[in-house]
């Protein structure tokens, strides 16, 4: 097809979302496909994060804090819809971008990282996050700088990745993303014996969250509690691990403009000066990551209501419902 057909011929490309066939339909898909990906703009989130950092010595800290944070999940989550749009819709990312929903991305990355195939648009093999890799990162011409190269990238890959998925983060993000139900403050642990005041510190850091996580009881759908939960997390290095996501973001950028001849000669891979900077965001641990205290439900004292009788309680009109403890 000449470049002329292209733009009077109507095109289509099929793809998947998930397990959810879809197809597109336009004009000159390759150009439309490339300009969608040249507006893609990987140094937003270092934006983000370097400007908030200015605010972590004022008295807005713990503000800036949790928007850090914020942040840091915002890129995780547009990183993993960029890489599953270059896997499942290589010629179309743009119309799977569309298309997707929050729950697709774990529910891809759960399969990825346990290896478990999915229908893709490229061919990945071995399957999993060794095939990516292999895939869709660039090679240098030093056989053994590309895989030091490849080990450093997929590393934190599967870790973010397992970071996403993690029902615990999952939570807190959703948290600050919905309402700010969050205190923004770590926490740390001391430990002395019953008859001492000698404590010994087990760890901790000034920057975390507190939110409530649900916790079924028993195994009801409907009965639960809300647990509190405290998360530690070291602001430094929620900060790299952002850029090493923006940095990520523009590798795909690159194969992709590469993929669609759209690729400029000087193009920046956005690397860090160290390879090694792909693993060190995970080395700076406050100790204690997580905790949560709360005195235990015996499910031997609870009513337990069925739907029904739950429904029952709304049956008539009232002013004010005020049935329970």
């Known amino acids: 097809m000449t470049e002329e057909q292209d733009k009077t011929t109507l095109q289509y490309v099929q793809f998947m979302v998930a397990n959810r066939p ?55 989550e547009s990183f993993l819809a960029l890489l599953f749009a270059t896997l499942q819709a290589p010629h179309a990312t743009y119309a799977w971008l569309i298309e997707f929903r929050p729950g697709d991305l774990h529910w891809l990355a759960e399969r990825l990282n346990d290896g478990t195939r999915f229908l893709t648009g490229l061919h990945i093999e071995p399957f999993g996050w060794e095939g990516v890799g292999e ?37 807190e993000h959703n948290t600050i993303k919905h309402g700010m139900r969050v205190l923004s403050r770590g926490h740390s642990i001391s430990i002395a ?29 409907h009965h639960f509690r809300a647990r509190p939960q405290s998360e530690n997390w070291s602001v430094e290095a929620t900060i790299e691990k952002t850029n090493l996501l923006a940095t990520s973001i523009q590798l795909l950028k690159v194969f992709l403009l590469n993929r669609l001849g759209a690729l400029e000669s000087d193009v920046d891979l956005m690397l860090p000066e160290r390879l090694d900077s792909f693993e060190e965001p995970w080395r700076m641990s406050p100790g204690v990551l997580r905790s949560n205290y709360a005195r235990d439900i015996p499910l031997d004292a609870i009513n337990w209501f069925t739907p029904d009788e739950i429904r029952r309680t709304f049956s008539e009109p009232q002013k004010e419902n005020e049935k329970g403890a």
């Open 22 to 76: 879809r197809c597109v339909w336009e004009w000159d898909i390759r150009e439309f496909h490339a300009g969608s990906v040249k507006k893609i703009d990987p140094l937003y989130f270092s934006f983000q994060a370097s400007t908030l950092a200015s605010e972590l010595e004022s008295d807005n800290k713990y503000r800036a804090a949790c928007a850090i944070r914020a942040n840091y999940w915002h890129a995780l």
């Open 135 to 171: 895939r869709l990162l660039p090679n240098a011409d030093d056989q053994e700088l590309t895989r030091v190269f490849h080990d450093k990238v997929l590393g934190a890959w599967q870790r973010f990745s397992r970071e996403f998925v993690d029902p615990i983060h999952r939570s």
């Open 193 to 221: 014996k019953a008859d001492s005041t000698d404590f010994t510190s087990l760890g901790g850091s000034e920057h975390g969250a507190q939110f409530l996580l649900r916790e079924t009881l028993g195994t009801s759908k």
